[in-house]
């Protein structure tokens, strides 16, 4: 947030000034409560897509708020001005038309990593809520960074070194969701990305997100979202 003040309910509600960011994980419920002369620059992005990558360390602060941690980070007013900056340039490439456009995807990913490691930097100087790195963390992690791939309870029980129902059982006590209800929401994210983003078929989009069943895509979208993923994208690209 560039200016004003608003208050934000994310597991629990946040007073965002001036300096502010505001941690949104994948999948995670969220809401404007209120607002007074707020101004501010929002940045999505598939973390998912950018888990297996260099970008990955920078992705902490995301993995920290999933886990507990404040979703708030504030951000030292000698860097806000950068930071907003970045943003704004980010925007401009992103819009680019011509033969220019070629590079867009090159120069977002590297706007999108100096984005990220201001937060990252911002971060480590934040007050910790003494929230530490839990299994229920490490499993959501694993979660995020490979949910578009098939993907399993067992899976996420090896990679933490627990057995399923123990995993179930602590995930379910910490966040509200299983294990398959977050594979399920990063899935969905990514689809919602791709269906305001992108042209492709919703079958085309089903597989990239781990579904080899695109009516069973369907049929988990409608039951999140109330509206099949067609007309979910038709209501949001009308004029």
Known sequence: MTSGHAVVEQRERFALRAGDVLL???GEAHRWVSSKNAVFWGVGFCGACYAPSELATLLDPFERARAGSSAVIHIPSERQDHLASLCATLLEETTVAGPQRAHTELVARSLLALILAEVARAAHTTPSTGVQTSMVGDALRFIERNCLRPLSLGDVSAAVNKSPSYVTTALKRATGKSAVEWIIAGRLSEA?????????????????????????????????????????????RRP
């Open 24 to 26: 949104v994980p994948a």
């Open 192 to 236: 919602r990305n791709r269906l305001l983003h992108t042209d492709e078929f919703v079958d085309v989009i089903a597989e990239r997100v781990g579904y080899a069943d695109a009516t069973h895509f369907i049929r988990l979208f409608r039951r999140a979202h109330g509206v099949t993923p067609a007309a979910w994208r038709a209501a949001r």
